[in-house]
């Protein structure tokens, strides 16, 4: 029996191998169209599991193998998660086929726990691309919404540049104040630039890894908050006050 040539042949193809196992009359209502909804499902709801991160210069990390986990599924995406994943494969714990969903920093009340389905330092394009690809969606976060305008504005830019154009006055007034318009703070404003905190505090910058920090869990003994961001990929750890950029400030979680 042939392989399938392509993602589309996938169902036709499983479900032939199905039919070759099932009893002589077949089981009621199952189908390739039912067999091709079921590969849709668990496409948009596995979740990687990585191998060890690579992080020699180029490395690229890859997936081991895939999980349905029915309750983490259930959370949605966004380009500026507030909570992240953690999985412990290679440990000896029994629990070690667990996912661990934990808050990246502090979540108002009634506010949406997000992740994001990859990681965040990603351009807008391919996320876009990505999330309609393998999720079926077109993301309109805040930090799409922001990006959006500077591909149209760099756009423009290339165009006016190939037509030799220059712009006048009026243009030049318009540009600076629609600049204006994003504030780059310290991520407290509903209006600052979404990802300039974000990436300065909660990414991790340990070459080719790009993980996401996010605070260990609260002490055993008295509940207090954890002082310690750990890295969800290469799974170093900083303190929260620290910069993340020196061998130095690194830290195994095992140390």
């Known amino acids: 029996m042939a392989l399938p040539s392509s993602d589309s042949d996938a169902p036709t193809f499983l479900h032939s191998l199905l039919s070759s196992l099932s009893p002589p009359q077949g089981v009621a209502g199952f189908s390739v169209e039912l067999t091709t909804a079921l590969l849709a499902k668990d496409k948009l709801n ?3 599991l990585m191998e060890p991160p690579a992080l020699a210069p180029g ?4 997936v081991r193998a895939y999980g349905i986990y029915p309750k983490a599924s259930f959370f949605n995406h966004d380009c500026l998660p507030n909570a992240c994943r953690f999985d412990y494969v290679d440990t000896a714990s029994h629990h070690n086929t667990d996912i661990t969903i934990r808050l990246i920093h502090d979540v108002p009340e009634g506010s949406e726990i997000c992740l994001s389905y990859f990681p965040v330092n990603e351009t807008y394009a391919d996320r876009q691309k ?4 393998d999720y079926g969606f077109t993301c309109y ?13 760099d756009e423009q830019e290339e165009e006016q540049d190939d037509e030799g154009q220059v712009m006048d006055e009026d243009q030049d007034e318009q540009m600076i104040g629609s600049e204006n318009e994003i504030e780059i703070g310290d991520g407290g404003g509903d209006n600052d630039f979404p990802h300039a905190y974000f990436f300065l505090r909660y ?7 790009w993980g996401t920090l996010a605070p260990l869990p609260p002490s055993d ?8 961001m750990e890295c969800n990929v290469c799974g170093n750890s900083k303190k929260a006050d620290e910069d993340f950029n020196s061998d130095e400030d690194r830290l195994s979680v095992d140390d």
């Open 141 to 153: 976060c805040d930090r799409c919404r922001v990006e959006a305008n500077w591909k149209d504005d």
């Open 221 to 228: 003994s008295d509940a207090s908050p954890s002082n310690l």
């Open 59 to 62: 490395g690229e990390r890859s």
């Open 130 to 133: 990505r999330l309609l690809e």
């Open 46 to 48: 596995a979740f990687g």
């Open 203 to 209: 990414m991790c910058t340990r070459e080719n890894c």
